[in-house]
T-cell receptor, first 114, second 115 residues
């Protein structure tokens, strides 16, 4: 199994500012995924991050709002830009297991925008 | 497109009672199926998974799930719940592709345990 560390675990931010969330994995992985979980809701995939290429965004999510970096096979960042209260959510980093057999998740970043 | 339905938003059971959480999926072929648990303030933990073979799969914490192709279901069960099982449970499905674990989640079922 993969161990995933996310930082920060939580933050309270002012509207209009940006927050960068870091995701560190203890092994090399091909793809990393970023999910959003709005209050009381299920998880929605934001984007898939492949090392060395542009992230692939799901419908409803754009790079200007959620820029992603993937500089190597163990690390990724997600930035939530120009935040508004509607961005208050839990953001989770995920990676696939060996042979793509399952997904592992970080503890999540609980973001509150005031 | 694949989808997952968890018809029960909230379930309350007494400690020691049995539990069944429902999950139905929509997909043209047999997908990979998962159950995850999210305790308050925590990330997601994998309870169990089904890929192929025996349709009754055992997971951690005494949970099991049964895949029924004819009903497109993958219900989660536990014979006797403990207070620590109170959490949010998510069923998920993926059209498996090597190294491309793009999960589709159900809306979740919140489990409350009463003494």
């Amino acid at each position: 199994s993969a161990v995933i560390s996310q930082k920060p675990s939580r933050d309270i931010c002012q509207r209009g500012t940006s927050l960068t969330i870091q995701c560190q994995v203890d092994s090399q992985v091909t793809m990393m995924f970023w999910y959003r979980q709005q209050p009381g809701q299920s998880l929605t995939l934001i984007a898939t991050a492949n090392q060395g290429s542009e992230a692939t965004y799901e419908s409803g999510f754009v790079i200007d709002k959620f820029p992603i970096s993937r500089p190597n096979l163990t690390f990724s960042t997600l930035t939530v830009s120009n935040m508004s209260p509607e961005d208050s959510s839990i953001y989770l980093c995920s990676v696939a297991g060996v042979f793509g057999t399952e997904a592992f998740f970080g503890q999540g970043t609980r973001l509150t925008v005031v | 497109a694949q989808s997952v339905t968890q018809p029960d938003i909230h379930i309350t059971v007494s400690e020691g009672a049995s539990l069944e959480l429902r999950c139905n999926y929509s997909y043209g072929a047999t997908p990979y199926l998962f159950w995850y648990v999210q305790s308050p303030g925590q990330g997601l933990q994998l309870l169990l998974k089904y890929f192929s073979g025996d349709t009754l799969v055992q997971g951690i914490k005494g949970f099991e799930a049964e895949f029924k192709r004819s009903q497109s279901s993958f219900n989660l069960r536990k014979p006797s719940v403990h207070w620590s099982d109170a959490a949010e449970y998510f069923c998920a499905v993926v059209k498996s592709n090597f190294g491309n674990e793009k999960l589709t989640f159900g809306t979740g079922t919140r489990l409350t345990i009463i003494p």
